[in-house]
Each structure stands twice: as structure tokens, then as C-alpha cells.
């Protein structure tokens, strides 16, 4: 069997959010499944929108999931050279051809066939054929156009939905570079899969429809064909697509949020795939049970109370002085000194159980090490004289107890035996 290598490769056009973390995981797992190589690849040909800012915000999501790469990151716009020579081939055997159609012209073509109500789509007038005479090429710049099959049908066993079947009377040659010879993304992928030999393409389902003009490409390279997995969309919490509510933000707004990346990464693994009614696991069991069997083809359901769940079950699992160490970093930014007050470890332990995040944590036990100004409202209706006298002998007995649940909660209750 050939060695698996997958890949991940994501546009820099904004940040890592939960479906491409999910594509990274599941594309890593399978190559760590399987003792295979995992390549990142940073598709950066869109220029207008590629931003270095959106590069690092990848690798740092990347990096805090612990998704390490074998390979790469390569870059698109590094690999022109290779992209124009491989057009250059194509040009030469036939398989490609330059088009000096118009904007306007294509316009005029799209309008009369929708008036027709077809299926608007280039209708090959620059496309060499034996018995075609094509006119002399006017003095503008030419785009070059992909000779797409124009029979017979593109087929693949796609390993989440099954047997996928196109038409090739519903592909049009497909653009593969631009008159300015830049070219375009569906292009530039098959030279990268070929190139970088590239077993199993793991990927969202949105590109389904780029499958099979990628196939034909590849074919007509002479190059293998991967195999396809195309991962179903994720839902919201209220089955809406996904949104900034409810998960469509960057992965590392999770980490500013007080979510722990080994919790995140057990909530991705089970978004759309499953083994038996395991919820909770780590990283290597993942790595060991991971197939693509058992992804399921129907859309996968973002479940926030799921999360919050699971993030509170690594938290308790999590050694104290990791955990307070973490507590302490978010206490910092907020310009807390915990230096004067208890153990920080020690008011992590107490209120750990009741927190299902780094952030509620840190909220929970702030209180020890800051000086607190009650509303005077407040005050004046709840610290009765009554109340006073409790507080302070509270503040008395407080100072010769040792700091541990059982031995507070039994002062609180021989001082105020009416609130037990």
C-alpha cells in the first residue's frame, strides 16, 4: 500500500475557525493513523485577500491544537514558476488553449442562455477541434482554458458519501490561468496534489463541485488520483448555518475564552464522527480509532453546552499547578498581583468544580486577591447589625483555620447555624 499522505490547505484570506480546524484534525489523524505525512499548504494565490496577519493566525491556531505538520508550509504564490511551466505542457500537447473571449462577450453568452433558461456556461468557440477553424487571435491578451473531456462521465467513490457522479457535458473548460498569466486556484491545487503526492484529500463539502473538474485535470497530468473525502457542513446550536454566535470564530478565540485546546480538540473529533458512544477521549486513543468509515455524511451539529461540558471535565483532570498556572496568566493581563493573598493553587482547588472555564475560573477566585468596593446600596439592605457581628467573628475565625473547604464550611456553619 502506498504511504498516506493528506494535507491540509487553507486560503489566508482570514482566521483558522472550527470547520477548517476540523479539516486539519481529521486530515492529521489519518496520516498519525496510518504512520503517514501530513503537509500544510497555504493556497495564498488570491492576493487581493491573503494577508500575512491571516497566515499567523493559522499557524497559531494550528500550533495551540497541537496539529503539527510534516511537511510545509508551502506557499502558492512560491510555486508560479512550477504552475506556468506545467501550462506550458499542457499548451504544447493539446490539452489546453488559449481563449481571447471577451468580458463583454461572455457577458452577451451568459444573458442569451439564461434567456433560454440553460445552464450558463462557456461554449467553446476558441476551443480547437479537427474540422474547426478558429479565427485569427486579435491583439489582446488571451486567457487559457482547460479541454475538458466533452463525454462520458467523472466518477469517484468519495469515502463520507459515497459514489459521486458528474456529467462532462455539465463541465465547461474551466479557466486555468488568467490573461495576466496568473492561475487559478482549481489549477493550482492538482499541480500541488500531483506534485506533492497526495494520497487522500480531506476536505469540506463545498468543494464537491471542484472535484471532478480536478480529476479531469489531474487525469489529463497523467498524475494519480487521490481519494476524496468531502466532510459534511456544520450546523449551529439552532441548526441555522454556523455563525459567529455559535462557532464560526477563530479557533484562538477559544483559547482567549478560557477553553482548553485538549477539550476543544475532543469536541472537534466527535463533530461528525463517532466510535460507539465514547464522548470522552485524548489524543492518541482519537488518533488510534480514527477511519473515515465513520464519519457521517449528514451535517454535524455545533452544541456550545457540549463544549462548555467537556472543558470542565479536562479542567478537573488537569494537575492543580498547571491549572493555577493558567488562572495566573489571565489574572495578569487584568493587572492582578496575586502575591498578597492565599495560595493561588489552593483557591483554584475550591472553585475548579464549579467553573467550565479558564475565564469563570479566574473570575471565581479574583475575588481573594482584590479589594472589593460593594455597591452602598446593596449595603445598606443586606449588612444588618446582625450581620456585622457574624462577619465579624467569621474574620476572627477565618485567620486559625486551615484553608480547605471542609474546615470554612464548618465555621460558616457554627457561625450561622440559620443558614445551613
Not at 18 to 23: L, N
Amino acid at each position: 500500500m502506498k504511504p498516506v499522505r493528506t494535507r491540509f490547505a487553507p486560503s489566508p484570506t482570514g482566521y483558522l475557525h472550527i470547520g477548517g480546524a476540523r479539516t486539519a484534525l481529521f486530515s492529521w489523524a489519518f496520516a498519525r493513523h496510518h504512520g503517514g505525512t501530513f503537509v500544510l499548504r497555504i493556497e495564498d494565490t488570491d492576493v487581493a485577500r491573503s494577508t500575512p496577519e491571516a497566515v499567523q493566525a493559522i499557524l497559531d491556531g494550528m500550533q495551540w491544537l497541537g496539529l503539527a505538520h510534516d511537511e510545509g508550509p508551502f506557499y502558492q504564490m512560491q510555486r508560479m514558476d512550477r504552475y506556468k511551466e506545467v501550462i506550458q505542457q499542457m499548451l504544447a500537447n493539446g490539452s489546453a488553449y488559449h481563449c481571447y473571449t471577451s468580458r463583454e462577450e461572455l457577458d452577451v453568452l451568459r444573458a442569451e442562455q439564461e434567456a433560454r433558461k440553460e445552464k450558463p456556461r462557456y461554449d467553446g468557440r476558441w476551443r480547437p477541434e479537427e474540422d474547426k477553424v478558429l479565427p485569427t487571435p486579435p491583439a489582446t491578451p488571451s486567457v487559457i482554458r482547460f479541454k475538458n473531456p466533452k463525454n462520458g462521465v467523472v466518477t469517484w467513490e468519495d469515502q463520507v458519501k459515497g459514489r459521486i457522479e458528474f456529467a462532462n457535458t455539465e463541465l465547461d473548460d474551466l479557466i486555468i490561468a488568467r490573461a495576466d498569466g496568473t492561475p487559478t486556484y482549481n489549477f493550482c491545487v492538482c499541480v500541488d496534489d500531483w506534485d506533492m503526492g497526495i494520497t487522500h484529500v480531506i476536505r469540506g463539502d463545498d468543494h464537491v463541485n471542484n472535484t471532478p473538474r480536478q480529476i479531469n485535470i489531474l487525469q489529463a497530468l497523467g498524475a494519480e488520483i487521490p481519494q476524496y473525502a468531502h466532510l459534511s457542513m456544520i450546523l449551529g446550536d439552532d441548526g441555522a448555518k454556523l455563525s459567529k454566535r455559535h462557532g464560526a470564530v477563530s479557533v484562538m478565540q477559544y483559547d482567549e475564552d478560557g477553553f482548553l485546546p485538549e477539550a476543544v480538540i475532543n469536541y472537534l473529533a466527535r463533530l461528525g464522527w463517532s466510535h460507539g458512544d465514547e464522548e470522552v477521549f485524548s489524543r492518541q486513543q482519537f488518533v488510534e480509532w480514527f477511519d473515515l468509515d465513520h464519519i457521517t455524511a449528514s451535517a454535524a451539529q455545533f452544541n456550545t453546552e457540549k463544549l462548555l461540558w467537556l472543558n470542565q471535565h479536562y479542567m478537573k483532570q488537569t494537575p492543580i499547578a498547571e491549572l493555577s498556572a493558567k488562572v495566573k496568566a489571565r489574572l495578569s493581563v487584568r493587572g492582578i498581583n496575586i502575591d498578597a493573598g492565599p495560595s493561588l493553587e489552593q483557591a483554584t482547588s475550591l472553585y475548579v468544580d464549579r467553573c467550565n472555564t479558564l475565564n469563570v475560573l479566574a473570575d471565581a477566585v479574583e475575588i481573594f486577591y482584590t479589594q472589593v468596593t460593594p455597591n452602598p446600596e446593596l449595603l445598606a439592605q443586606h449588612l444588618t447589625d446582625e450581620a456585622r457581628l457574624a462577619l465579624a467573628d467569621f474574620t476572627m475565625g477565618i485567620a486559625s483555620v486551615t484553608w480547605e473547604t471542609p474546615a470554612i464550611n464548618a465555621l460558616i456553619k457554627k457561625l450561622s447555624p440559620s443558614m445551613v
